[in-house]
């Protein structure tokens, strides 16, 4: 599974802290937050913390880049252009 593979490449501290809320969801506080990390960090003291069922991501692998220099009156330009 390619999520947990990289989920135990990251900090401990990431890891509780990806249990702590749904992203995008609103929550009613800032100490709500404080709470919820707290008790993560009671459950797994000395464990492993392990993968939230609802973690997960995307692989993007690009096949090309292409960069854009700023220019005047946003008149942009690709790198590739002299």
């Given at each position: 599974?390619?999520?947990?593979?990289y989920?135990?490449?990251?900090?401990?501290?990431?890891?509780?802290?990806?249990?702590?809320?749904?992203?995008?969801?609103?929550?009613?506080?800032?100490?709500?937050?404080?709470?919820?990390?707290?008790?993560?960090?009671?459950?797994?003291?000395?464990?492993?913390?392990?993968?939230?069922?609802?973690?997960?991501?995307?692989?993007?692998?690009?096949?090309?880049?292409?960069?854009?220099?700023?220019?005047?009156?946003?008149?942009?330009?690709?790198?590739?252009?002299?």
């Amino acid at each position: 599974m390619e999520s947990l593979k990289y989920f135990v490449t990251r900090p401990r501290g990431s890891q509780s802290g990806a249990w702590c809320s749904a992203q995008s969801s609103t929550i009613s506080s800032r100490a709500t937050l404080h709470a919820k990390l707290a008790e993560i960090k009671q459950k797994v003291q000395g464990g492993e913390v392990p993968l939230p069922s609802f973690w997960g991501g995307y692989r993007v692998i690009p096949s090309r880049f292409e960069f854009w220099q700023a220019g005047d009156d946003r008149l942009l330009q690709r790198s590739d252009e002299s």
